[in-house]
């Protein structure tokens, strides 16, 4: 069992950056590829970005490749979300996933029913 808690998020004006914390406690979390996926009211939660167990290996949407910035730190069982330019389009409630391996971070990308743990979220408003 892994459990996961987001913390981070806020309120931020457009162009400005916030950094989101998921803290992860269990056992092995460098067994499990990470994940962030968001969800706006009244539509679905999609993937932002996935990282492998290594953090060698990393996966974005194309609506924040060269914003965001997704890594881990296996000694103290948390991945991080660096969000830079932020638009007024990246509101959302944000989530960390864990999936537990062999799911890579395109895996955990295409079938979110790959994510094994989720997070209850943290919110993000980005005003204009």
């Known amino acids: 069992q892994v459990q996961l808690v987001e913390s981070g998020g806020g309120l931020v004006q457009a162009g400005g950056s916030l950094r989101l914390s998921c803290a992860a406690s269990?056992?092995?979390?460098?067994?499990?590829?990470m994940g962030w996926f968001r969800q706006a009211p009244g539509k679905v939660r999609d993937f932002v970005a996935t990282i492998s167990w290594s953090g060698v290996t990393t996966y974005y949407t194309d609506s924040v490749k060269g914003r965001f910035t997704i890594s881990r730190d296996n000694a103290k069982n948390t991945v991080y979300l660096q969000m830079n330019s932020l638009k007024p389009e990246d509101t959302a409630g944000y989530y960390c996933a864990a999936g537990a391996l062999p799911t890579t971070p395109q895996d955990m990308a295409l079938f979110p029913g790959r994510v094994d743990f989720w997070g209850k979220g943290t919110l993000v408003t980005v005003s204009s």
């Open positions: 269990g056992r092995a979390f460098s067994m499990y590829t």
